[in-house]
């Protein structure tokens, strides 16, 4: 059983045998309780708590073997399968991916790279999809392990990539700042907020990403967010405005992340003035 899964079953376990020992005492307590109201020898109690120990015993072992088992064993299963339908998942992406360069080169004219360049966005959204789905399903499974990184350099990868898609530009302003945390879940949140900026912004206003002390702040210039919108915005499938294509989840995904690496997180919007995330990063920062 991989790291994570048998420290959550070693847990079970702990739990299990806590409150099957306390019922044991219980039932202890109540034997001497019964026996002393009808004036009992020490024998007699030493006599009844072996058997209710006994008792304990062979019912513990029926229970663990019942109970607890399976659990491990549907762990493993489920284990198995992810990474079967992960597999089967990632061929049509790479083959949408390969197809379409093909494509790109037979077809020149201007409709037809139109509809190249959209199906090339859809894949990249597909991917990015695909990545946050083996990531959540490894973090469940595994131990995702903490790594040393640069801030700057991470973001300057982001942007590169977001930039791949056509849209807004960006401004940086960023000193230098090392981290020690989730990079992938860091990468996975950091383009999630950049998502969210390009998507709710016009083509041309640029998105501000700068990063000083422990501050990391994203500005967008877009149509911004009333206060009731504000309050439910970490809603899993929520959308402040749904004529826009998403599916609501990655502020709750965003929000999940800092409350687990620690990092606080506000969102500071107003209607047409657009939105700034801002993210303490201090307990992320290696010291």
Same mark, same amino acid.
């Given at each position: 059983?991989?790291?994570?899964?048998?420290?959550?079953?070693?847990?079970?376990?702990?739990?299990?045998?806590?409150?099957y020992?306390?019922?044991?005492?219980?039932?202890?307590?109540?034997?001497?309780?019964?026996?002393?109201?009808?004036?009992?020898e020490?024998?007699?109690?030493?006599?009844?708590?072996?058997?209710v120990?006994l008792?304990?015993i062979i019912?513990?072992y *029926?229970?663990?073997g019942?109970?607890?088992a399976?659990?491990?064993?549907?762990d493993?299963?489920?284990a198995?399968l992810?990474k079967?339908?992960l597999?089967?998942?990632?061929?049509?992406?790479?083959?949408?991916e390969?197809n379409?360069?093909?494509?790109? &080169?037979?077809?020149?004219?201007? &409709?037809?790279?139109?509809?190249?360049?959209?199906?090339d966005?859809?894949?990249?959204?597909?991917?990015?999809l695909?990545?946050?789905? *083996?990531?959540t399903i490894?973090?469940? +499974?595994?131990?995702?392990?903490k790594e040393?990184?640069?801030?700057?350099l991470?973001?300057?990868?982001?942007?590169?990539?977001m930039?791949?898609?056509?849209?807004?530009?960006?401004?940086l302003?960023?000193?230098e700042i090392?981290?020690?945390?989730?990079?992938?879940?860091?990468?996975q949140?950091i @383009?999630n907020?950049?998502?969210?900026?390009m998507?709710?912004?016009?083509k041309?206003t640029?998105?501000?990403?700068s990063?000083e002390?422990? *501050?990391l702040? *994203?500005?967008?210039?877009?149509?911004?967010m009333?206060?009731?919108?504000?309050?439910?915005i970490?809603?899993?499938y929520y959308?402040s405005d749904?004529?826009?294509?998403g599916?609501?989840i990655?502020l709750?995904l965003? &929000?999940a992340? #800092?409350?687990?690496a620690? +990092?606080?997180i506000?969102?500071?919007?107003?209607?047409?003035?657009?939105?700034?995330? &801002?993210?303490e990063l201090a307990q #992320?920062? @290696?010291?």
């Amino acid at each position: 059983m991989p790291l994570k899964g048998r420290r959550r079953h070693r847990l079970r376990m702990i739990y299990a045998v806590s409150i099957y020992l306390l019922s044991v005492l219980l039932l202890l307590a109540l034997l001497y309780w019964f026996l002393s109201v009808n004036s009992f020898e020490e024998r007699d109690f030493l006599t009844g708590s072996l058997l209710v120990v006994l008792i304990a015993i062979i019912v513990g072992y *029926i229970l663990s073997g019942d109970i607890l088992a399976p659990r491990e064993e549907m762990d493993a299963k489920f284990a198995h399968l992810s990474k079967e339908i992960l597999h089967e998942l990632n061929l049509p992406l790479a083959t949408i991916e390969a197809n379409s360069k093909l494509l790109k &080169k037979a077809h020149r004219d201007e &409709k037809s790279q139109r509809r190249l360049v959209r199906i090339d966005a859809a894949s990249v959204r597909l991917k990015r999809l695909y990545d946050e789905l *083996i990531y959540t399903i490894n973090k469940e +499974i595994y131990n995702i392990e903490k790594e040393r990184f640069s801030l700057s350099l991470l973001l300057e990868e982001r942007v590169e990539a977001m930039k791949a898609l056509g849209r807004n530009p960006f401004v940086l302003e960023l000193t230098e700042i090392e981290l020690y945390a989730d990079r992938i879940g860091f990468e996975q949140m950091i @383009d999630n907020l950049l998502g969210n900026a390009m998507k709710y912004s016009d083509k041309e206003t640029p998105i501000k990403i700068s990063a000083e002390g422990s *501050i990391l702040l *994203i500005r967008d210039s877009g149509i911004g967010m009333h206060e009731g919108e504000l309050v439910r915005i970490f809603e899993r499938y929520y959308q402040s405005d749904e004529s826009r294509r998403g599916e609501g989840i990655g502020l709750a995904l965003v &929000k999940a992340y #800092c409350d687990e690496a620690k +990092i606080g997180i506000a969102i500071l919007s107003k209607p047409g003035e657009g939105t700034t995330v &801002k993210l303490e990063l201090a307990q #992320c920062i @290696d010291s």
